[in-house]
Structure formats: C-alpha cells, structure tokens
C-alpha cells in the first residue's frame, strides 16, 4: 500500500539524522538512552557545523571555513562509531577557534578600538555568535566524550561483544584488551586464560615439557 503522510515525514526524518548517500558510514547502535540521545544533538551540531561554515562563505572567512568543514566530518564519525576519540579532537578544534576569536575581541578592548571594524555588523554578529557556537559544542562533545569512552571500557558495543573483530580492533582496539571479561562472555575461558589448546590453568601448572 502506499505510504500515509506520516510515515513519509517520519521517513524523511530517519534519513534527515541518518543519511546515507552522503554519509556512507553505517550507525553503531547505542546501548543506552543516555548514548541514543547524545548520537541526536551531535547530529544536530554537526548539521549546526555546516550552516556555520555556509555563513562563512558569505563573509569570506575561508579560514575558519576550513576548520568548520573539519569538525563537521569529526562530529559525523565520532557520533557514527561512538569514538571518544573524535570527540577529543572535535573539542580541540572548537578551543582553537574560540582562541583566535577571544584574543580579537581582547585586542579591540586593549586598543579601544571597535568591535565591528568598517561597521561589518553581519561579519562580525557571525563570528561572535559562532564564539556561543563552540562552546556550547565543546560541552557536549565532552559530554559524549565520557559517554563513548565508559561505553568503550565496559565492553557494551556490539562489535567488541563479537570478540573484538572489525570496529573493535581499530578505534577501540585498546578498549577491548581492557574489557576483555565481557567481550569473551559465553566463550571457553581455557584458551584465554592458559594460551595453550584444551588445557586448563590446573592441567597447565602440573605440566612438563618433554626433555630434548
């Protein structure tokens, strides 16, 4: 049957948080309501990221421009993979940006000069408001950042559930050597514990090797 009105809004706004023609990177599904809504406001400040650097082609502010673009990208992958690890880097882009703004508006107050040079409201109105931007961003991107690496060191991803295998052994492979108890839950310990095939750890003390 064709779809109702409400499931094409409804679908419309899976693929507006969860695109995939541009986005090809498939979700790691959270594990908690706390994860599922913070993967949601990083979506939205990564849309946040884009129309921020979209202002900045208006003012021709390319630099920052660039720096936009970047933390976009790292916001994408960091709420996609859960990777504390971007949201690290996602946080150090935003402090050097609010740098560069805050020493401006330091320099305008030290000189007594103006703080909209050449009466450039609509410039200057963007880049002081971008300065609200990241910091509001800096905050979360913390936030998600304590929740991705708890999430990571007590082993609840699927992957690292799986035994480690595919996500686990790239971003998070040092997280799943520490929470290896889980990862290997439902699995025979013996291999594990002794490294030696069909031998457990009582077997392996009373063992001795052959004389050569």
């Given at each position: 049957r064709p779809a109702s009105k409400k499931e094409k809004?409804?679908?419309?706004?899976?693929?507006?948080?969860?695109?995939?023609?541009?986005?090809?990177?498939?979700q790691?599904?959270?594990?908690?309501?706390?994860?599922?809504?913070?993967?949601?406001?990083?979506?939205?400040?990564?849309y946040?990221?884009?129309?921020l650097a979209l202002l900045r082609v208006i003012i021709n502010d390319y630099q920052d421009l660039f720096n936009d673009l970047i933390s976009a990208f790292i916001l994408y992958q960091g709420y996609k993979m859960?990777?504390?690890?971007?949201?690290?880097?996602?946080?150090?882009?935003?402090?050097?940006?609010?740098?560069i703004i805050i020493n401006f508006i330091g320099g305008c107050i030290q000189?007594?000069?103006?703080?909209f040079p050449g009466e450039?409201?609509?410039?200057?109105?963007?880049i002081?408001?971008?300065l609200g931007f990241y910091i509001v961003g800096s905050y979360?991107?913390?936030?998600?950042?304590?929740?991705?690496?708890?999430?990571?060191?007590?082993?609840?991803?699927?992957?690292?559930?799986?035994?480690?295998?595919?996500?686990?052994?790239?971003?998070?492979?040092?997280?799943?050597?520490?929470?290896g108890g889980r990862a290997y839950q439902g699995t025979d310990y013996r291999d594990r514990d002794t490294g030696n095939s069909g031998r457990t750890r009582d077997e392996e003390a009373g063992y001795q090797p052959p004389n050569l």
């Open positions: 809004r409804k679908s419309f706004s899976y693929k507006l948080l969860n695109p995939k023609m541009c986005c090809p990177l498939e790691l599904p959270p594990p908690n309501d706390k994860c599922k809504g913070l993967v949601d406001v990083l979506t939205y400040l990564m946040g990221q884009l129309i859960l990777s504390y690890c971007s949201m690290i880097m996602y946080i150090f882009f935003n402090f050097m940006t609010c740098a000189n007594g000069t103006t703080l450039a409201y609509f410039t200057y109105g963007v002081y408001g971008s979360y991107g913390f936030v998600a950042y304590r929740e991705f690496k708890a999430i990571a060191l007590d082993g609840s991803l699927p992957a690292m559930a799986a035994g480690g295998g595919g996500l686990g052994g790239g971003l998070f492979g040092g997280a799943s050597g520490g929470s």
